[in-house]
């Protein structure tokens, strides 16, 4: 592992021009997260239809470039999917992000795997691993409704 | 001096860090230990070792005896006029918390302001927040200008007939900015008000006078000083620390303790209650003689030179922009890149051994102000050189290749 593939070109794409960097209009779900150890921090959007699928997802904030490109595919991806399928990613990718070699979910498709796959770099830079996993569990926590605004502690 | 000879005193650089030479610039966080400060701590626990002011054997007394030897060090080291003005903390936020406390306890009322900066450190501004909320004290903040300086003025611009206690950092982790703390100190004390000194970053880089600066107190992180972890010195005037109350109650700090009454100990038991960080306050002393042995004016020249030539590559360099511009300014050098995240920087200049700091550096207050979440900060130390700002400025570059700037 080195550098070059941590920054690679789909994470610096996704990190300097992140999708979805904006708010839902008529969203009805939402999070704050915050990393207190950097102040990075970031507002996830929800938008979810009659049927409980994710019809838009955006966020705001700001953060590193692996935090941006993070949260820029995972609302990408997460648009389509119901709240289990959506929970069911999540577990899978912190799953992959802390120790799995591979992803698993049959929620995700191999183009979807193959973007994701491109944070796996961040296994071998602890200290980066909790830039990934915001937007994460706050996508979770905006699921949740929970108040408390979601802090990393990797 | 030679700086070759004296970064040979520092066994971390004898060390291959993830297959590169390390490029130390992250000074301002912690300093790196000179071999005498682990020896010592080693021959301690080795050969000497007691707690210290407890009993009567010889290990206690000797042990005891190398404890008060190091205050006397600081006393000197400070210029402290008393000896008692000396108190050993677990780390300068200790040290700051105690007079906070002890103040909030003692003497601040309520409505009282105190006058804190911009330029603060969490730590010289969270435990003046709980007296506001325990106390309702008012806290008011002096502003930075655009060198990310605070001036003498602002500071008398800022004072109210309810301030009563001014809180400043003497060299700001940060911009770099050194405040005039004698100026300061002595507009606040022809107006009857405490000057409290968060002395982290001065400590290890300036000339410490406390005779002269004539502040009423002044915080010492020791591991910023070439020293342990684990340990703090606070300076407090004699007449302070005699009349405010103990800040923790424990063994060690106490005359007599009785079913319905205590009486607290003498100057400086009085704050030093428990058992205290013993090896790291007797290694503290060869810190403070490896200082000695350079001598403070050689430190600040050399920092001095280092700061201004790291400056003028930063400068150079397109796309970096440094953060604050004072005349005055210390050993740091903030910055940021146009459209890269400080977090990127630090990852990337990792790989190539060089160790700097990103993120608010406990110093969100200032970051708001200047409208950034983060800033990568380099800052540096004895050891240092100028190769390595220069590896410094190269590894920039090839963190804005890989950003494509
Ligand atoms: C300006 C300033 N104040 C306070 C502190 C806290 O010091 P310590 O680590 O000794 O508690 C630091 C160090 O992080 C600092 O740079």
Request: hydrophobic share 35%.
């Amino acid at each position: 592992m080195n550098l070059k593939e941590l920054y690679q070109e789909i994470i610096l794409e996704h990190g300097k021009n992140p999708r979805n960097l904006r708010k839902t209009e008529g969203f009805n779900k939402d999070a704050k997260g915050n990393n207190p150890l950097c102040g990075d921090n970031i507002h996830v959007y929800l938008k979810l239809n009659g049927q409980k699928i994710v019809e838009d997802a955006s966020f705001e904030g700001s953060g590193c470039a692996i935090s941006m490109a993070s949260a820029s595919i995972m609302t990408d991806l997460i648009k389509g999917k119901n709240e289990h399928e959506a929970k069911e990613i999540v577990e899978d990718f912190l799953g992959m992000i802390k120790e799995n070699p591979e992803l698993k979910s049959k929620y995700l498709s191999e183009d979807e795997k193959t973007k994701l796959m491109c944070l796996s770099g961040v296994k071998q830079y602890p200290m980066r691993v909790k830039c990934a996993t915001l937007s994460w569990h706050t996508m979770v926590s905006a699921f949740d409704e929970e108040m408390e605004e979601v802090k990393t502690e990797n | 001096m030679n700086i070759d000879q004296i970064k040979k005193e520092f066994p971390i650089f004898d060390e291959k860090i993830q297959n590169n030479d390390l490029v130390y610039l992250d000074s301002a966080n912690s300093s790196q230990k000179p071999k005498i400060v682990v020896d010592r701590i080693n021959e301690f626990y080795t050969k000497q070792f007691s707690n210290v002011g407890r009993s009567v054997h010889y290990l206690a007394v000797a042990a005891t005896n190398l404890y008060e030897n190091t205050r006397t060090s600081v006393q000197k080291y400070i210029n402290a006029k008393h000896k008692n003005e000396i108190v050993f903390t677990k780390g300068a936020t200790e040290a700051l918390n105690l007079v906070a406390n002890t103040l909030g306890q003692s003497y601040l009322q309520e409505g009282d302001e105190v006058l804190i900066t911009e330029l603060e450190h969490h730590s010289n501004y969270v435990p003046w927040h709980f007296l506001r909320k325990s106390k309702n004290i008012k806290i008011n903040f002096a502003e930075i200008n655009e060198e990310g300086e605070i001036t003498l003025e602002e500071i008398e611009k800022k004072i109210t007939p309810k301030t009563k206690l001014i809180s400043i950092t003497h060299l700001s982790n940060v911009t770099g900015a050194i405040l005039p703390v004698k100026e300061i100190t002595q507009l606040a004390h022809s107006k009857g008000i405490i000057v409290v000194v968060d002395g982290c970053q001065g400590a290890p880089h300036l000339k410490l006078d406390m005779q002269e600066l004539d502040c009423d107190f002044y915080a010492i992180s020791c591991h910023k000083m070439y020293g342990p972890t684990g340990l703090g010195v606070l300076y407090g005037k004699k007449k302070w620390l005699e009349e405010l109350p103990p800040y923790q109650g424990g063994g060690g700090m106490i005359n007599e303790v009785k079913k319905d009454r205590i009486s607290y100990g003498e100057l400086p038991n009085k704050y030093e209650a428990g058992t205290m960080a013993t090896a790291q306050v007797i290694a503290f002393d060869k810190s403070i003689k490896f200082l000695e042995s350079i001598g403070i004016e050689n430190v600040m020249k050399h920092e001095a030179d280092l700061v201004e030539y790291g400056q003028e590559l930063l400068q150079k360099n397109n796309s970096v922009k440094l953060i604050g511009n004072p005349k005055n300014k210390g050993g740091v050098l903030s910055f940021i890149i146009e459209g890269v995240h400080p977090h990127d920087i630090a990852t990337i200049l990792d790989e190539d051994g060089v160790a700097i700091r990103a993120g608010h550096h406990c110093c969100q207050i200032l970051h708001d102000k200047l409208n950034i979440p983060a800033s990568a900060r380099a800052s540096v130390g004895i050891y240092n050189t100028k190769e390595d700002l220069d590896q410094l400025n190269e590894s920039i570059n090839n963190c804005k290749k890989i950003f494509d700037l």
